[in-house]
């Protein structure tokens, strides 16, 4: 069966939460461009693919409060812009925080399709609040 590009995508998010639970930053930031902005729940915003691998080596590292957690993503929204541009929009499942055992937030992922592979430019994380939603 042929890997659709809505399939491709999805998988991006599947392995950067595999990376996640290795605790792998280079894992986390495969799919990432070189100048992919990347915006952390808590507010964080890298310019680069390297500021992003730094920060995440820091929060996974031996004393990073992300350093037993895991990460899933039950619910995926894929939007096709152009036939080479694309956003998803998901909710994703932290467990194991340090600081916070079990969190809930919302991201959005641009992605562009590069030289035939897609690759990550921009994310947008928000974590969602007890009470909050609407």
Do not use: C
């Not at 693919?49 to 990460?71: K, V």
């Amino acid at each position: 069966m042929a890997k659709t590009d809505e399939d491709a995508i999805r998988e991006i998010e599947l392995q950067f939460n595999e990376a996640w639970g290795r605790h792998d930053a280079n894992g986390m930031v495969a799919s990432l461009s070189d100048d992919a902005q990347f915006v952390t729940v808590n507010g964080a915003w890298t310019k680069t693919r390297a500021d992003y691998l730094e920060l995440m080596m820091r929060l996974h590292g031996p004393n990073g409060p992300f350093r037993t957690s895991t990460r899933e993503t039950p619910i995926m929204h894929v939007r096709f812009l152009s036939p080479d541009v694309a956003m998803m929009h998901s909710e994703f499942h932290i467990y194991g925080d340090v600081d916070e055992p079990t969190r809930t937030g919302i991201g959005t992922r641009v992605v562009h399709k590069i030289d035939g592979r897609w690759r990550t430019v921009a994310v947008q994380n928000t974590d969602v609040r007890s009470g909050r939603r609407h």
